[in-house]
């Protein structure tokens, strides 16, 4: 584990983000690796992913099952401070969030990594804000991200103690700017290729349960390849430490050297 600074290319000022190399890197020089850029929610910060969320303890599993081999995990920043609320989207005064998570952190990984990253698609997975941050992120930028794991995420963006209009007005520029960050309008209007979608809540935890029921079906109609599940429990890191673990196997599948690319 790494802790790292990634510039931002834009107004937006990023908290240090972190690394996880898994030792293959170092005995297989070149070999090609999957990303998985993972996504804290609000309050909150990246390292939360190592304390909470039990990041490191969890890929590193993974690597002892497959012979060293696992994701690179980048977990940046993505609220600038911890009580910030960015929605993936844009901060309170205007700093470009989304440019930032998309272009700015997944250059800054295939520069330093050309060699084990490549051009390939990544994943992207996240709790709460970080949840609704990854459907609507991969929507919006499908030539990046091919799978998506949604941790108890909303249905649509909102800034976390700010009212409907407050909100709208923070994050967009416009009622059309509003639906083309919605990931129902998104599958709903969009056509997509080859998209594998997770969706993992807690039982208890009633608007990302609803969200879940909504938009899983929203993404099987729009044939994704969608996997659900629901834990016993509420909006708590139980939950989102879990979904981690059993998230890392099922994108393999996909994104792993043998994948359904």
């Not at 029921?213 to 708590?236: C, F, I, M, N, Y």
Request: charged letters at 20%; aromatic letters at 10%; hydrophobic letters at 40%.
């Amino acid at each position: 584990m790494r802790r790292v600074e990634i510039p931002s290319s834009t107004t937006f000022r990023p908290r240090p983000a972190y690394l996880y190399l898994p030792p293959a890197l170092a005995t297989h020089p070149g070999h090609a690796f999957p990303v998985l850029e993972l996504l804290h929610g609000t309050p909150g910060q990246p390292s939360d992913w190592f304390t909470g969320g039990r990041l490191l303890a969890t890929a590193n599993a993974f690597a002892v099952a497959h012979h060293g081999f696992a994701p690179i995990v980048v977990v940046p920043d993505l609220n600038g401070a911890k009580r910030a609320d960015s929605e993936c989207i844009r901060t309170a005064n205007g700093s470009d969030v989304e440019t930032y998570l998309t272009r700015d952190v997944v250059r800054w990984v295939r520069h330093r990594y050309a060699r084990e990253v490549g051009s390939r698609p990544w994943s992207v997975a996240g709790l709460s804000e970080g949840g609704l941050c990854s459907i609507m992120l991969t929507l919006r930028h499908p030539a990046t991200y091919s799978v998506f794991g949604d941790f108890s995420g909303l249905m649509s963006p909102q800034v976390e103690h700010e009212t409907a209009a407050q909100s709208d007005q923070t994050l967009f520029a416009s009622a059309a700017d509003k639906a083309r960050h919605d990931p129902l309008w998104l599958l709903t209007h969009r056509h997509y290729g080859r998209l594998y979608a997770w969706f993992g809540v807690g039982a208890s935890d009633p608007r990302p349960l609803r969200a879940q029921h909504v938009l899983s079906a929203a993404a099987r109609a729009a044939h994704l390849t969608v996997h659900t599940e629901t834990q016993p429990g509420k909006h708590v890191w139980r939950i989102w430490a879990h979904e981690l673990q059993a998230f890392l196997p099922w994108s393999w599948r996909y994104l792993g050297p043998n994948g359904a690319r």
